[in-house]
């Protein structure tokens, strides 16, 4: 039997997934759990409301799937009110990926760039202390419980792997996308999630999905989350495709 569900079939997605906590407005967020609840690696998307992006491709990249994943756990989006908003931060205006109990969380304000081709930069706030929004709180608990050997943190646009603890996962992304394989300096993201998964050896991997749409983005990167939900960890030691761009 393939692996992969027609296309026809691809229009819902499929099991109950749990919740794990609720937002600022009370949105349920949900956590799809693989198959006996043994988890090696958490994939999550939609930290930032302006990234809806990420959580089209990993739902696709889901529902994808004939049956659950055999070793990923997947939350689709882990910032729903900053989705139904379009804003970056949650619905208090707090950059989420910002927030986390990381040894380097500051109060400071956190600024970002408007778009690429100028200095123009938006303030939001980190939170007025670590975890002090629901959905940040619900995703460290999330973690703490779980304890994954990886996750995998998918954003959108800057089209790079982030990968600062070297993995064979990340240079299996970076050799499947073609985006090259970076290590974000600390100092610029304090109290960010990969911060403080860092700081409790967790190994976190972001990718970063390049700035194109998502039909554009599908040839390339739908094959490699589904790819990755399909056999977690074990898909490093795949041969790399020699052609990059599938239609799955
Ligand atoms: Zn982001």
């Given amino acids: 039997m393939p692996m992969t569900r027609s296309i026809s079939q691809r229009g ?46 990993l739902s696709r990249a889901l529902r994808s799937l004939r049956q659950p994943s055999s070793s990923c756990a997947v939350i689709l989006c882990a910032n729903p009110d900053g989705v139904q908003l379009g804003t970056r931060g949650n619905a208090n205006g707090v950059d989420l990926n910002r927030n986390f109990p990381s040894t380097n969380w500051t109060a400071a304000p956190v600024t970002h760039s408007w778009n690429f081709d100028s200095n123009s930069r938006v303030t939001l706030s980190p939170g007025p202390r670590p975890c002090s929004e629901p959905e940040s709180l619900a995703l460290q608990q999330a973690v703490e419980r779980l304890r994954p050997e ?46 403080w998964t860092g700081d409790i050896g967790v190994k976190t ?44």
């Fill in 150 to 195: 990886y996750v995998v943190s998918v954003h959108s646009p800057l089209g790079l792997i982030d990968d600062p603890e070297n993995t064979d996962l990340g240079a299996w992304f970076s050799a499947r996308s073609g985006l090259p394989r970076t290590v974000l300096a600390n100092e610029t993201t304090p109290g960010s999630f990969g911060s």
């Fill in 205 to 248: 991997i972001t990718y970063e999905l390049p700035n194109q749409s998502v039909w554009d983005m599908l040839p390339v990167h739908l094959p490699i989350l589904h790819d990755l939900l399909e056999k977690g960890p074990a898909v490093v030691s795949e041969e790399i495709p020699q052609i990059r761009a599938q239609h799955l």
């Fill in 12 to 57: 819902t997605l499929t099991g109950k997934p749990l919740i794990y906590g609720y937002s600022v407005y009370g949105t349920p967020l949900q956590i799809w759990m693989p198959e006996h609840n043994n988890v090696d690696v958490l994939v999550f998307a939609g930290i930032h409301g302006e990234e809806p992006d990420s959580t089209v491709l």
